[in-house]
């Protein structure tokens, strides 16, 4: 069993940073890949950013490459996002959540995740 609480949401103004973190609990936690997703206003849940079980390799959506950056501390047990240069386009509620990486639609890998490994998410604005 894993249980994932996020921080770091909030206000932010347009080209700014902030720092969201995934606090996970649960002892296979080491086993499953991690990543986060998003959710604007009157917008599906989409896929954001992934990173492997063992922290080796990151996935990002096209959107937020080279703008947001994944990792995971597997020794604190918490997965971390940067994101940088944010936009307008980027404000919603985020999720992390815990699964395994698979090829989409298009081939990119992204996060599959368990339909019980998900965060409560934490809000991110982001003022023009």
């Not at 206000?11 to 986060?36: D, I, N, T």
């Not at 390799?57 to 080279?66: F, I, L, N, P, Q």
């Not at 940067?82 to 989409?104: H, T």
Request: glycine letters at 14%.
């Amino acid at each position: 069993q894993v249980q994932l609480v996020e921080s770091g949401g909030g206000l932010v103004q347009a080209g700014g940073s902030l720092r969201l973190s995934c606090a996970a609990s649960g002892r296979s936690f080491m086993s499953h890949a991690m990543g986060w997703f998003r959710q604007g206003p009157g917008m599906e849940r989409e896929f954001v950013a992934a990173v492997s079980s063992g922290g080796g390799s990151t996935y990002y959506a096209e959107s937020v490459k080279g703008r947001f950056t994944i990792s995971r501390d597997t020794a604190k047990n918490i997965m971390y996002l940067q994101m940088n240069s944010l936009i307008p386009e980027d404000m919603g509620v985020y999720y992390c959540a815990a699964g395994f990486l698979a090829r989409d639609s298009t081939g990119s890998i992204e996060l599959s995740p368990r339909d019980d490994y998900w965060g409560q998410g934490t809000q991110v604005t982001v003022s023009s």
